[in-house]
């Protein structure tokens, strides 16, 4: 990224909680797509297991019911959901959520997380709820996961949020 184009990420507002709220409710009905997305791959993973006779289901039990017997498959959801937001935060910055309500996850310095960031964002989201101290930290408006990655979400111009998406492709 050019200096210019770093100068220019840095010089955005703090997002405030209702732009984070819409944008949380737009993801989270994407990540419920995702969900059962994966949940019918996972379902044809079990079908094909049976079909195979690799897997043999007593009478009373049916592909799900073998599916939600463990922990696996609630880990394999939630490694999917994990997946979808990290694999966004480090590309570009913007969950689609994000980009329709002209948000951006940055460095404070303007430029993309590390790994390592996103994956300290994913332990210290709490399901987004982490977004709930931005409606007491009235001078930084960052939540909790922006303080423990070093981060911040800002609200970007219309045409900052058509150019940083056109570069990113």
């Known amino acids: 990224m050019s200096s210019e184009a770093q100068r220019l990420h840095a010089s955005f507002p703090s997002a405030g909680f209702t732009r984070r709220l819409a944008a949380w409710v737009y993801d989270l009905l994407v990540a419920a797509a995702i969900i059962m997305l994966a949940s019918a791959l996972a379902l044809l993973f079990a079908a094909l297991l049976t079909s195979f006779n690799w897997l043999v289901l007593s009478d009373d039990m049916d592909h799900a019911a073998w599916l939600a017997q463990g922990p696996w498959y609630s880990l394999y959801l939630i490694t999917v959901v994990a ?36 994956f300290i964002r994913l332990l210290t989201c709490c399901g987004g709820l982490g977004n709930l101290w931005v409606l007491v930290d009235f001078k930084n408006r960052r939540a909790w996961q922006d303080y423990a990655a070093a981060t911040e979400v800002v609200t970007l111009s219309k045409e900052a949020n058509q150019l940083f998406y056109w570069n990113e492709l």
């Open 83 to 118: 997946v979808f937001f990290g694999w966004f935060w480090k590309r570009s910055g913007q969950t689609l959520g994000m980009r329709a309500w002209r948000l951006k996850l940055q460095n404070r310095d303007g430029s993309r997380l590390t790994n390592r960031q996103v």
